[in-house]
């Protein structure tokens, strides 16, 4: 794999590249000086100025980011809510629906974690039938069984994780979206592992509600993500069970008016330094472009080739199109003391278990998988760096 010329700048701009090999970025990714300069000039303003001060001081700021993230997923700025994460993010979209016993929401077998809890939730609590889509043969959602399931009328929701947290695998979240448009039945995407990783545009994806976190491929500080909600929510006054001053106007004694665009789904409480660094974050990401998206791919390719050839290890993705993910099991070593013993040598990776994915976790038989997720700042050495690490490690004899 060639050498891209951005590389070197992109590892200057990326202190955390220093004294370490950073494979966590599904995880969290390294922050670019800018994201960091960002968050910390910010809170220097607001410990001199006040909070609120700060805040207005930084209202056009503010409104950039919200320009840039718009930019970034081919949407509005009216379409964007920021808030905490994406379980909020995908929370909020839920809230918008007035569950009743009997109606049901499909979803995917490779759910994120969060997701399939506060399904289950909404069944135990509200009599919500969770329904799950059948897996293609190579993995990853049929489009062809969603739309068997939404013969039944009774389905209010269509939710799927483009990518999931313990696996390689990119949904086919595209063809989903068009049979639920087909179907009139509102599609919300969890595009928290694929914003920063995947191209997004909105309009091609035909979701009512998208949500993503500033703190993985898109390299945002933690603590900070965003809610895209489409002009055709927005119209059927799609609103969170829950909303605040932030969202609505208080009109009379009984009576509260909704605010225009998706700044109903947030909360009055903001951390704006984070907003500013989530900012800074997508503007660069829109900066690197397709070639970074390319590169981390590209590594992670490489990365699951290198990662096959050690004894005892097996690549666990699946799907006919992979991201930059890469799971492995390693026949019988822990995956957690592999983490801790490679963070050691200064090599950053994850563990996901089987209560990070269930239904993966059993159908592939693994109880847990060693995670490294690559990006476009890392290098062909690191990756050989830490192939050669882990096949050290799973050498001891106290592995």
């Not at 049901?104 to 759910?111: E, L």
């Not at 800074?280 to 970074?292: D, E, K």
């Not at 490489?302 to 990662?307: A, D, S, V």
């Not at 957690?336 to 993966?360: E, P, Y």
């Amino acid at each position: 794999m060639p050498t891209h010329p951005d590389l070197a700048r992109w590892r200057a701009d990326t202190p955390g590249c220093v004294d370490r090999i950073h494979l966590n970025n599904a995880g969290a990714a390294l922050q670019p000086t800018v994201v960091l300069d960002a968050v910390t000039t910010y809170l220097r303003h607001e410990a001199m100025l006040g909070g609120y001060e700060a805040a207005d001081a930084a209202a056009d700021q503010i409104a950039e980011c919200y320009a840039a993230i718009a930019t970034l997923v081919g949407a509005e700025p009216r379409n964007i809510a920021v808030v905490e994460n994406a379980t909020v993010a995908v929370a909020q979209g839920l809230a918008a629906f007035d569950f009743r016993p009997g109606d049901a929401i499909v979803t995917s077998r490779a759910d994120y974690v969060s997701n399939q809890l506060m399904y289950l939730s909404l069944a135990r609590r509200l009599g919500v039938d969770v329904r799950r889509a059948a897996d293609l043969p190579d993995g990853g959602i049929d489009p062809e069984s969603v739309r068997t399931l939404l013969d039944d009328r009774r389905v209010r929701l269509v939710a799927v994780s483009w990518v999931p947290t313990n696996s390689g695998l990119i949904q086919a979240v595209q063809a989903v979206g068009e049979v639920c448009e087909a179907a009139g039945v509102p599609f919300l995407i969890d595009a928290c592992q694929a914003v920063g990783q995947l191209p997004i545009a909105v309009h091609e994806l035909r979701c009512d509600f998208l949500a993503a976190t500033a703190r993985k491929f898109l390299r945002g500080p933690r603590g900070i993500g965003f809610l895209y909600v489409s002009d055709r929510a927005l119209a059927r006054g799609d609103h969170p069970l829950l909303v605040d001053m932030r969202g609505a106007e208080w009109t009379a004694v009984d009576g509260y008016r909704l605010f225009d665009g998706a700044r109903r789904f947030e909360n009055y409480e903001f951390s704006y330094a984070l907003i500013l660094g989530l900012g800074a974050a997508v503007q660069y990401s829109i900066g690197v472009g397709a070639a970074g998206r390319l590169r981390a791919a590209t590594l992670a390719a490489g990365l699951r080739e290198r990662l096959a050839t050690i004894p005892g290890v097996r690549v666990m993705d699946r799907g006919a199109q992979r991201g930059a993910i890469v799971t492995v099991a390693t026949n019988g070593a822990d995956p957690a003391r592999l983490k801790h013993a490679l963070r050691a040598r200064r090599i950053n990776t994850s563990v996901s278990t089987r209560d990070d994915g269930v239904i993966d976790m059993d159908a592939k038989g693994v109880t847990a998988v060693l995670r490294l997720s690559p990006h476009y700042y890392n290098t062909e050495d690191e990756l050989d760096t830490a192939a050669a690490a882990l096949r050290e490690e799973l050498l001891r004899p106290d592995r």
